[in-house]
């Protein structure tokens, strides 16, 4: 019975965070349009409702009723598969992430933490799913039986596994400074002086922070590293092939990764949903974590208005010789500074002389 | 439930190694393989293993699969032909080691199951990362390290193999006319050898020394 209960609560919890997650996708897309109109000169999609409001609506409406063509030479199983990988790839690391911390729900009066499932490496969890997520680009790639299908995909897993490498190795350094791969633990660590002394961004890790950025950006195949959808070159990279929902599968893979991204950031750097009142309201750590994550999303947004895509030996010069030895001098800049203890006397001489730290 | 599941994954590892190795698409193995890397980690996690189970997932699923299905979607693999079975005499081989390895099985259980002794804890630390860590840095430290060196030699010895073109960089320009190089500078394998090499146009002595990069 109290297992049954357990998991009815779970369940219930998935469900909630994934509406949520859903809904914000879906305007994520439309703030993109309309953010890029914006940043363009024109107005972007306003017609479908108030200001646009329902265009998310009208375009799942049109995905589901288009034609679903699949080509003719295509290797059928892996064709299907591919798109199903990204998705449920990208949806899966949902679970882990710290929405807020300990509230009250109301009617069933039940204290509970605001995540799905906690548990002792959800950091190692979230690496490795995404791992996974290189499949379905790479098996939609091959499974088209198209060069330009072929390019996007060979590309793009030759580009997630080098950024792959440079993202584990600047989270590394969170951890050296956290001692745990629990992101709740993490997030409560950064908690500091109103909620946002402690982030790891501000002291601690901003190098990792910007190395994780770039190839966090990299790894969800976004401007300016967008090589495996690269118009001018590929037709449209990997997905030349698919139309309908399964081209919908992929455009919702993308966002929801992107999205994803934005959560870890805002995790590890940013203090998850640590912010001022949080102790005294706690359900204000919700809208912190969603405002911070809404703040990363821009910044995606901003970067496809303002910047041009690299080539492809750039692209694979700055992984490697720029951003993975940049990855290694901060682990052991941080592993120097947390072994010396030179962060804990900063620590402790900001709060003895100013009585300011948190 | 932890009964359901384990039948489950287990169930699921059983079927995608059977398929890995019917399969005739090198791509379906490849496919099948990953499959089966998920379920065992599914399985750790079940075993209170959960670093285990994720390195098993990043690095197994997640990095060298990825290689393998690179290479072959890089090389284009075909599906391989169903050959005449040779070695026919494998097969009453097979069947009996078959035979054996479920006897084996069945001696276990039945034993196990018939054993007074209980299991004295059902949680152990072993797959924590905490353990792990620890015992890879203090007791077993000295082969945690010889092991990185092995790594660190098949690194090497790859790049050697593959950039045996010779001891110039790629920045090396070519001097235009009659130019004679030593063995030893044009390839690598061969050190000591300063018997010489003539050339007698400048796009001759950029292929010898491999720097005629785009002017085919």
């Known amino acids: 019975m109290e297992d049954l209960k357990q998991i009815g609560l779970i369940s219930l919890g998935i469900f909630v965070a994934f509406f949520v997650v859903m809904t914000m996708v879906a305007y994520t897309v439309l703030a993109e349009r309309r953010v890029l109109g914006f940043i363009q000169g024109r107005l972007g999609p306003n017609r479908v409702g108030p200001g646009g409001f329902l265009q998310p609506l009208a375009d799942l409406i049109k995905f589901i009723f288009k034609e679903d063509i699949v080509p003719d030479k295509s290797t059928r199983f892996v064709y299907f598969l591919a798109p199903l990988i990204a998705t449920v790839a990208a949806i899966m690391t949902i679970v882990v992430y710290p929405f807020g911390p300990e509230v009250q729900i109301p009617f069933i009066n039940k204290s509970v933490q605001l995540v799905i499932a906690r548990f002792d490496v959800g950091l190692l969890y979230v690496l490795g799913v995404t791992s996974v ?101 590929l037709v449209a990279g ?121 | 439930m932890t009964g359901i599941l384990f039948i489950l994954f287990a169930g699921l590892a059983i079927g995608c190694a059977t398929s890995m190795v019917v399969q005739r698409n090198p791509l379906y193995s490849a496919i099948s393989l990953i499959g089966v890397f998920i379920s065992l980690a599914c399985l750790y996690v079940m075993l209170a293993a959960p670093f285990i189970a994720a390195v098993q997932v990043i690095v197994y699923a997640g990095a060298i699969m990825v290689l393998v299905v690179f290479v072959i979607m890089l ?43 209980t299991l004295s804890r059902n949680v152990s630390d072993v797959g924590l990362t905490s353990s792990i860590g620890g015992g890879l840095f203090t007791t077993y430290l000295l082969p945690f390290e010889i092991t990185s060196i092995l790594l660190l030699m098949a690194i090497v010895g790859a790049m050697t193999l593959a950039r045996s073109g010779g001891l110039l960089s790629s920045r090396a320009a070519v001097v235009p006319g009659d130019q004679v190089f030593s063995k030893e500078l044009l390839d690598r394998r061969e050190p000591g050898d300063l018997s010489a090499v003539t050339t007698h146009t400048t796009k001759e002595a950029a292929q010898l020394l491999g720097v005629d990069k785009g002017t085919k």
């Open chain 2, 75 to 117: 090389l284009n693999v075909e599906e391989e032909e169903r050959r005449p079975l040779r070695l026919r005499f494998l097969i009453p081989v097979a069947v009996i080691l078959a035979a054996i390895f479920f006897a084996e099985t069945a001696f276990i259980i039945y034993f196990v199951q018939a054993s007074p002794v």
């Open chain 1, 238 to 358: 990997f997905h030349t092939e698919y139309s309908a929902m399964k081209f919908a599968l992929f455009f919702l893979a993308e966002y929801v990764n992107m999205f994803t991204v934005s959560m870890l950031a805002t995790t590890l750097f940013l203090g998850g949903w640590a912010g001022p009142f949080v102790h005294q309201v706690p359900w204000l750590g919700v809208f912190y974590f969603f405002g911070k994550v809404i703040l990363f999303l821009f910044f995606y947004i901003w970067l496809r208005g303002t910047l041009p895509r690299f080539r492809f030996d750039q692209l694979m010069s700055f992984g490697w010789k720029y951003l993975v030895p940049f990855a290694i001098f901060n682990i052991v800049l941080t592993a120097t500074l947390q072994w010396s203890g030179a962060l804990d006397y900063v620590a402790a001489f900001l709060k003895t002389s100013t009585g300011w730290w948190g």
């Open chain 1, 133 to 233: 997520g290189v499949y379905g680009i790479a098996l939609a790639g091959w499974s088209s039986n198209n060069k330009y299908s072929l390019m996007g995909g060979l590309r793009s897993s030759a580009q997630m596994i080098s950024y792959e490498l440079a993202l584990g190795l600047a989270l590394i350094g969170v951890i050296l400074q956290s001692g745990t791969l629990d992101l709740y633990s993490i997030v409560e660590q950064q908690a500091g002086h109103l909620g946002i002394t402690g982030w790891n961004l501000i002291w601690a890790q901003p190098l990792g922070f910007f190395i994780y950025l770039t190839a966090a950006i990299a790894e969800t195949n976004r401007v300016p590293f967008d090589l495996p959808e690269a118009e001018t070159e």
